[in-house]
């Protein structure tokens, strides 16, 4: 069975930091791009950060370049989102997902794996 589970969310001030984990079973790991996405109470979900099958390949949204870093560990089958500098706009409900045999983009529609996401919520 294929699963994908997050971990690491929460409640923090702004200007705090918080590293999201997502554990991947049922799948060969290391070959499969991974993806953060995030959605807001009442809006679509979006891309948040992706990250290639070999990890030699990341992207990132506007709105987190520069504060936000995707990072995978094969040998752990995990893969991370280090968050920094959050601002009261980064709540949300965060995703991880797999393509298999992907690039790591941030098309959404590329990924067919997801898991059940984490909240995290930050205060002003």
């Known amino acids: 069975q294929v699963q994908l589970v997050e971990s690491g969310g929460g409640l923090v001030q702004a200007g705090a930091s918080l590293r999201l984990s997502c554990a991947a079973s049922g799948l060969t790991f290391n070959r499969y791009a991974l993806g953060w996405f995030r959605q807001a109470p009442g809006q679509e979900r979006e891309s948040v950060a992706a990250i290639s099958w070999s990890g030699a390949g990341t992207a990132y949204a506007d709105s987190v370049k520069g504060r936000f870093t995707v990072s995978r560990d094969n040998a752990k089958n995990t893969v991370y989102l280090q968050m920094n500098s959050l601002k009261p706009e980064d709540t949300a409900v965060y995703y991880c997902?797999?393509?298999?045999?992907?690039?790591?983009?941030?098309?959404?529609?590329?990924?067919?794996?997801w898991g059940q996401g984490t909240q995290v919520t930050v205060s002003s």
């Open positions: 997902a797999a393509d298999l045999g992907g690039l790591g983009t941030l098309k959404k529609n590329e990924y067919n794996v």
